[in-house]
């Protein structure tokens, strides 16, 4: 230092070469700020393809430039963004090919309340408009779930709080997934760890939860701030499994809260929106069984009622019975009294017609009877003498009139008759054949002496020209060919004579007209 | 009306079944033979509700998790 202080001449001052100047300038820097904790507002914030993130810190007077090496960008608890208030902590450094003094950023914080609010309100906007908090993407809670899978740290009071009022309500399965609820490790962890029960299939080695709880207790705004990632409010409104949030206090609402299924306002209020109350169902299934058991003995008793009124209604037997079992005792007493009387009557009777039946009557009328068939029996022997006798003599009558020998000379008579006639029938016969007969040979006699063939023994004979017969000279010279017909034969002579006309001949010629 | 078995059938269908046969039962309004169906029905529902209940299990694990964040198996939460 005190190079600089001293007021030295030239010559005596040490010289420096540029390097050995940046280097020096380099070691100074280093040595006195080797830790600062810087407020500003963030500029321009560019990443290079190395994967360094360089950007500014500015205040109204000054510039400071700001890097962060690749592996310090990913444990960044916060990204600098343009037109944030933060404090960014880490080390001054110098470089020196730029004579460039800057800051290396370890750390970025957001600068008070105020600017992680600003930033919150940003991300609110942002998922938002992308509609994820809509009231039609929230799910409905399962009314009892089998297994809760809860994304929370494995230790402290918020799991035992959450396992504690299951167990009062409804005991369940429940599988914890340990995450850091505060830190830069805590919006990763419970992103992974939503997505990461989502992954479970149904019933596998892990059963898959069918309601999630995701809670951290109390803190600043600042340990809270994991659940205000982006990271873990898109994992939230992807999640498949109904989901709860549970973070912080009352008054504490974080981005998951807006993208959540439900909000519960604190853990405990988690599990009790989780699960229904055991005891509660059992009692109420208990006093629903009840009644189910008096509606239905209501049910009975009714129709027993309703059957007892009607049946009181309905006249009783004996009163319906009772006038004809009267009837019937009256009748009944009646009855020996009535057989005696009417088998006295009928005796009365039988006495009074048997009274006039007696032999000796019976007697008298077949007297009477035979007396009456006697006298026209006695008439009737004569009766069929007299009527044979009458008609044996008509037949003597007839039989005295009918004579063989008439009968005979008859037959004769006729057979004569017959003879007679048929000679006569026999001689008009042969007389008529014998006319004809006659008569024939005549004919034929006749027929003979009339044909030319007759004529041709006599000499003569038949000429034909050409098939037709000639009778004449000019016939004769017209034919090509003559046939003579004599008795014994035929022959054929030459054509007769020469043609009556000369061929024709050609007409002279004429001279021409022209 | 097709009844779907009591088995096939979660907790709160069960429960909210067992409600409405209680209370068509209750109207009175059924005549005897369905109410005794109903009754019946009423019946498996009830024990079909109380199955669910009595099937309360406290059974709380520790997902236990690799190196690289997936999930490896399950260890008892040690409060």
Not at chain 1, 179 to 185: E, S
Not at chain 1, 199 to 208: E, K, S, V, Y
Not at chain 1, 209 to 225: C, H, K, M, N, T
Request: glycine share 8%; proline share 6%; charged share 30%.
């Amino acid at each position: 230092m005190d190079l600089f202080e001293e007021d030295a001449p030239s010559g005596n001052t040490p010289e420096f070469s540029v390097a050995e100047i940046s280097g020096a300038v380099k070691r100074t820097i280093e040595g006195e700020f080797g830790h600062v904790r810087v407020r500003g507002e963030v500029g321009r914030v560019v990443i290079a393809r190395t994967g360094h993130m360089y950007f500014d810190l500015k205040d109204d007077r000054a510039t400071l430039a700001c890097v962060s090496w690749k592996g310090q960008v990913s444990r960044l608890s916060h990204r600098p963004e343009e037109g944030m208030e933060v404090i960014a902590t880490g080390k001054m450094t110098t470089f020196g090919p730029q004579s460039k003094y800057q800051l290396n950023v370890e750390d970025v914080a957001p600068a008070g309340a105020g600017a992680l609010m600003a930033m919150l309100e940003k991300r609110k906007a942002m998922l938002q408009a992308e509609g994820l908090f809509a009231p039609e993407r929230k799910a409905a809670l399962p009314f009892l779930p089998e297994v809760i899978g809860v994304v929370t740290s494995p230790t402290g009071a918020v799991i035992r709080d959450i396992l504690h009022r299951l167990r009062d309500r409804f005991p369940r399965k429940v599988l914890v997934w340990p995450v850091a609820v505060q830190g830069k490790a805590c919006a990763p962890d419970v992103a992974a760890a939503i997505e990461g029960f989502n992954r479970m299939t149904p019933g596998g080695a892990l059963p898959r939860p069918d309601l999630l709880i995701v809670a951290r207790g109390g803190g600043s705004i600042e340990d809270l701030w994991g659940f205000n990632e982006e990271i873990v409010a898109r994992a939230a409104a992807a999640s498949e499994i109904p989901l709860i949030s549970a973070v912080g206090h009352e008054t504490d609402t974080t981005l998951i809260d807006y993208v959540s299924d439900y909000r519960a306002p604190t853990p405990t209020a988690a599990a009790e929106r989780a699960v229904p109350v055991r005891l509660e169902l059992m009692a109420w299934v208990e006093s629903q069984g009840g009644r189910l058991g008096q509606a239905m003995q209501q049910a009975l008793r009714q129709r027993e009622q309703r059957l007892r009124d009607i049946a009181r209604a309905l006249p009783k037997g004996d009163a319906i019975l009772a006038p004809y079992r009267q009837a019937f005792d009256v009748n009944a007493e009646k009855l020996p009294v009535a057989l005696r009387t009417a088998t006295a009557r009928k005796a009365l009777r039988l006495s009074e017609a048997g009274g006039s039946l007696r032999p000796s009557v019976l007697q008298s009328r077949m007297r009477q009877a035979a007396r009456e068939l006697a006298q026209p029996a006695a008439r009737l022997d004569p009766a069929l003498a007299r009527y044979a006798k009458d008609q044996r003599r008509a037949l003597e009558a007839l039989s005295a009139r009918m004579r063989p020998d008439t009968l005979a000379r008859e037959t004769r008579r006729e057979r004569e008759r017959l003879a007679r006639v048929s000679r006569q029938f026999a001689d008009a016969a042969r007389r008529l054949e014998d006319g004809r007969r006659a008569r024939l040979e005549a004919l034929d006699r006749l027929r003979e002496t009339l044909g030319y063939k007759e004529t041709l023994k006599r000499g003569y004979a038949v000429v034909r020209g050409d098939g037709a017969l000639v009778t004449g000279t000019e016939a004769a010279q017209a034919a090509r060919e003559l046939e003579l017909e004599f008795a014994d034969g035929k022959v054929t002579v030459g054509g007769g004579g020469k043609p009556k006309k000369p061929a024709p001949k050609a007409p002279p010629e004429q001279g021409t007209l022209l | 009306m097709t009844e779907r078995p009591v088995e096939d059938l979660t907790f709160e269908e069960a429960l909210k079944e067992l409600e409405d046969v209680v209370g068509k039962l209750e109207r009175g309004d059924v005549a005897l033979e369905d109410s005794i169906a109903l009754y019946d029905r009423g019946a498996a529902l009830k024990k079909r509700c109380e199955t669910k209940l009595a099937e309360a299990e406290e059974k709380v694990a520790k997902i236990t998790l690799g190196s690289d964040g997936q999930p490896t198996g399950t260890a008892p939460l040690d409060d």
